[in-house]
């Protein structure tokens, strides 16, 4: 009679079931969590409206209300924290021109140009218009109050 080897039968049972466990595990099922997004601010009030503080000899407008500086970069309109290709106290220290229009400075800019050309200064010591009148360019008066 033919002795069965019966460890290695056992063995191969074993390996067989071993394999089909290993087949049966179950991945955990991806879940779905909402992120509620980020609040949006919104200033209280009818709304506010720029205003416009244009350095010729640069090119270059200053919001106030914004704190930022709007120029022409190539062909598109950026605003920034920082003044293009010069300091900011090099930029006070160049004539400037307070205008008068509350919205984007690219649709004014054409007329703004022409008025106001490059090497634009203000003609006299006490314009309103411009730095002789002991502004920085950004409505603070360098002079001190009542001075």
């Given at each position: 009679m033919k002795r069965t080897n019966y460890s290695s039968i056992h063995f191969a049972f074993g390996m067989a079931f071993l394999g089909a466990l290993t087949g049966c595990i179950v991945?955990?099922?991806p879940r779905t969590v909402y992120v509620s997004p980020p609040p949006v601010y919104v200033e209280a009030g009818a709304g506010f409206q720029d205003d416009y503080v244009y350095y010729p000899g640069y090119?270059?407008?200053y919001s106030s209300h914004?704190?930022?500086y709007v120029y022409l970069q190539g062909?598109?309109?950026v605003s920034r924290p920082a003044p293009p290709r010069v300091s900011v106290?090099?930029?006070f220290a160049s004539p400037s021109v307070r205008l008068d229009f509350h919205d984007?400075?690219?649709i004014h800019h054409a007329t703004v140009v022409r008025q106001y050309p490059k090497h634009w200064a203000p003609p006299a010591a006490g314009n309103i218009h411009g730095q002789g009148n002991g502004n920085d360019g950004h409505g603070n008066d360098r002079n001190g109050p009542g001075k």
């Open positions: 991945a955990p099922q090119q270059v407008y914004r704190r930022q062909n598109a309109w106290d090099v930029l984007a400075p690219s």
